[in-house]
């Protein structure tokens, strides 16, 4: 048996033995058929990033079968407002059978899938950021002949009423178990909603913030995933976010991935790890050391770091939190094991110590292939990012530097390294990331070339993040708002469901 499908929390998976990418329209009318499914759920996230739905009383097999083969149409310029006009404004929206799952939370039973839009002439809409995601992936993978894939880190507070028991020490969460965390079962069923929905989760765990405010508790958590092709990796992120909010909701719990909610604590990323594949093999190591290819898309990442910024911080608070001292990045620079830096390089299992028999002195050699563990870790986006978006942008950055003259991009990559012990945070050897919305527009102008190449990026979605991100008018806040806690409270509020 296939042991990516044995025990597979996906409903549909469990059900069919086989993955998620190969589900077919027949497969999903015989679960429905056999399972007594009585409702499907059309699921898109729009140009605000949030979830939306669209509800289905299945009536007859011929309606379930019409919905599932031609879609249905919605109004595009309520969801993307910046890119279609009420003139024009209908959209159609296309279900991806491989996104489908049971919902956790109706008591209705539901069928939900992710859909992608297209426009009027039947074309996949050229606006959409699950599109852009698609194009950006198809030109990696024609420039390079790899496979880009990707995960992310999803941190978050989850605030709850304090029983003055067992304390946490205040901003010592790492980590942490109960009863000084309190909230661990919580972030567990949250994980098991998310396995069921079809993220696939590496771990979950306390995170660093905590604080107690107000008769308050604000734990800070944080849920991994494992790397998969980047365009579910991004559809397993929207996903995760929706089942934290909803299953919050339902424990009468409140829940924010906003960037910073208060000065002085800990604030919440969307670390993104990636790796290139080719054949089934990581292309990032080589030799035990990180592989030419790998420096070369860090390259990329380096040139292009300040634009980036704009599709991962996309709010004034953003940039509260891409402060000095506060395990995010404030320079331009990578290395090894260094969390002061733009892009970390992870322990990578490249020692060859067989540590499982080592500490289980009963086991045999594994002799295993480690190879696939090694990733690198870009640190500057958080959760105010439009995922799709990003995750484009990111792919594009390392197609920019694996397409770049080999001696160019392995000298800047040199260039920009930061060495074991040495501080990458506000150093002023490397250029500084953005420090509001403005400046990051700033960038994605005089970059914007690179990312509209080969159509991934259309000029238009360039334009409308551009402007969004100039009429924030936050050139100068995050110094004002340091000083004054009324306006950060505000801010931080302004941006608490991003």
């Not at 992710?114 to 074309?123: R, W, Y």
């Not at 995170?207 to 991004?234: H, M, R, W």
């Not at 009468?252 to 000065?263: E, H, N, R």
């Not at 670390?271 to 030799?287: E, I, P, Q, S, W």
């Amino acid at each position: 048996m296939d042991k990516t499908v044995e025990m597979n929390a996906n409903r549909l998976v469990a059900y069919f033995q086989k993955p998620a990418s190969e589900l077919t329209k027949a497969d999903i009318i015989a679960f429905v058929r056999d399972k007594g499914v009585e409702m499907i759920d059309f699921m898109y996230p729009a140009e605000d990033g949030r979830v939306k739905t669209l509800n289905f009383m299945i009536n007859n097999l011929a309606y379930l079968e019409t919905i599932l083969t031609y879609g249905e149409r919605v109004d595009g310029s309520s969801l993307f407002p910046s890119f279609v006009e009420a003139e024009s404004s209908d959209l159609y929206v296309m279900p991806r059978f491989r996104t489908a799952f049971v919902s956790p939370f109706s008591e209705i039973p539901t069928l939900c899938l992710l859909c992608s839009f297209f426009d009027k002439d039947g074309q996949p809409f050229a606006c959409s950021p699950e599109q852009t995601l698609h194009r950006a992936a198809e030109a990696f993978t024609a420039s390079t002949g790899m496979t880009y894939e990707a995960m992310g880190e999803l941190e978050y507070y989850v605030i709850a009423e304090d029983d003055g028991m067992y304390p946490a020490v205040d901003q010592r969460g790492y980590h942490e178990s109960g009863p000084f965390a309190k909230l661990g079962e919580f972030r567990k069923k949250c994980m098991e909603y998310i396995a069921q929905t079809g993220g696939q989760i590496k771990y979950g765990h306390s995170e660093v913030g905590n604080f107690t405010e107000d008769g308050k508790v604000y734990e800070q958590n944080e849920i991994e995933f494992l790397p998969c092709p980047v365009e579910s990796a991004a559809d397993q992120l929207v996903l995760a976010k929706w089942v934290i909010r909803n299953l919050a909701y339902e424990y009468g719990l409140d829940v924010t991935f906003a960037p910073k909610i208060t000065a002085g604590k800990a604030g919440s990323g969307l670390h993104v790890h990636m790796r290139l594949m080719k054949n089934g093999r990581n292309c990032m190591t080589a030799g035990g050391k990180l592989s030419a290819e790998a420096r070369r898309a860090i390259a990329g990442m380096m040139e292009l770091a300040p634009s980036i910024t704009a599709f991962g911080n996309k709010t004034p608070v953003s940039y509260f939190r891409l402060v000095p001292h506060q395990e995010a990045p404030t320079s331009v620079c990578w290395g090894d094991c260094n969390r002061s830096v733009l892009v970390r390089v992870p322990l990578g299992w490249t020692s060859g110590k067989d540590m499982c028999v080592q500490a289980n002195r009963l086991e045999q050699e594994a002799n295993g292939d480690t190879t696939r563990k090694q990733t690198v870790e870009m640190r500057s986006p958080d959760a105010s990012a439009d995922v799709y978006q990003l995750m484009a942008g990111l792919c594009v950055a390392c197609r920019y530097g694996l397409e770049m003259d080999e001696a160019k991009a392995l000298g800047i990559a040199a260039d920009k390294y930061v060495g074991l012990g040495e501080s990458g945070s506000d150093n002023d050897k490397f250029e500084q990331l953005p420090d509001c919305c403005v400046a990051s527009a700033g960038w994605l102008e005089r970059q914007r070339e690179i990312y509209e190449a080969g159509g991934v990026f259309t000029p238009r979605m360039i334009n409308g993040i551009i402007g969004r991100l100039r009429s924030l008018d936050d050139v100068g806040l995050r110094a004002k708002a340091e000083q004054d806690s009324k306006l950060m409270e505000r801010l931080v509020r302004g941006s608490f469901h991003c």
